[in-house]
């Protein structure tokens, strides 16, 4: 794992600079995106660099993490929303090539077609991760299989918790999201994990230096041969 620490403002540019470096290598990557408050200002950060024609994602493919069960692209608290006005309304990707998964699948066999569908696309190049308080990535809580691929999960209290803030109440927060599993995670050829404030800084010295171990999801990325963790100096503060 590489470990990039700075200010915020100096890790997203970093970070973007990947973006620009593998578009411009590579048109028609295929991006792992993610949600939460953590990957905005990269987000809007790649607008900037997008409307200033540094970089273009015209060709460029992407696929999202996760999904709440039950909401739609219309709902406000969707991933799919979000990512419409967080990120596609200001870049030039085209929408259709943009794939959110469904909150609505049925079950896990409907679920893990997402799976074909990123390998048909040639698989995921650059995958961007944010991490939760109990090490979980996309929506993967502790304990989740090393092998999962996208499926759906139960959500545990203290994730629904955290993302009530969103919502009108906590009755409000789903109690089941779909998200790609560990395996697909992994399958991606890099990775990229931010993690900003105090607040995470525990969970990062699990990440970084605790065993390798399913109940810490975010540490079996100790696994992955190219894994790039950009954090700001709270973040990084309990890593020695
Ligand atoms: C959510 C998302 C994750 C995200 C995490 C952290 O539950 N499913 O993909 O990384 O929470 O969110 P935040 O970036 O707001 O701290």
């Known amino acids: 794992m590489k470990v990039i620490v700075g200010t915020k403002e100096e890790v997203v540019s970093q970070a973007a600079q990947r973006y620009v470096d593998l578009l411009a290598k590579k048109p028609d990557a295929v991006l792992g995106l993610a949600t939460g408050s953590t990957p905005l200002g990269l987000y809007a950060e790649l607008a900037r660099l997008c409307a200033?024609?540094?970089?273009?994602?015209?060709?460029?493919k992407s696929f999202n993490l996760d999904e709440y069960i039950g909401l739609d692209g219309t709902h406000d608290q969707s991933y799919r929303y979000f990512m419409d006005r967080n990120l596609f309304d200001h870049i030039d990707i085209k929408r259709e090539n943009t794939h959110v998964p469904s909150g609505f699948v049925k079950d896990d066999a409907e679920a893990e077609r997402y799976d074909a569908e990123i390998a048909a696309a040639g698989g995921i190049d650059l995958q961007l991760l944010g991490i939760g308080h109990n090490g979980h990535i996309g929506f993967n809580e502790p304990l989740t299989p090393f092998t999962s691929l996208t499926h759906i999960v139960k959500l545990t209290e203290s994730t629904r918790e955290a993302n009530k803030r969103f919502f009108k109440s906590i009755d409000e927060v789903p109690t089941h999201a779909v998200t790609m599993g560990i395996h697909t995670v992994m399958q991606s050829r890099s990775i990229i994990l931010m993690a900003f404030g105090e607040g995470k800084a525990d969970i990062i010295r699990k990440t970084v230096m605790g065993r390798p171990e399913i109940s810490v999801p975010a540490s079996?990325?100790?696994?992955?041969e190219d894994v790039t963790l950009y954090l700001d100096h709270?973040?990084?503060s309990v890593l020695n």
């Open 52 to 60: 200033e024609g540094k970089l273009s994602f015209a060709e460029a």
């Open 220 to 224: 079996l990325l100790q696994l992955h």
């Open 234 to 236: 709270e973040a990084a």
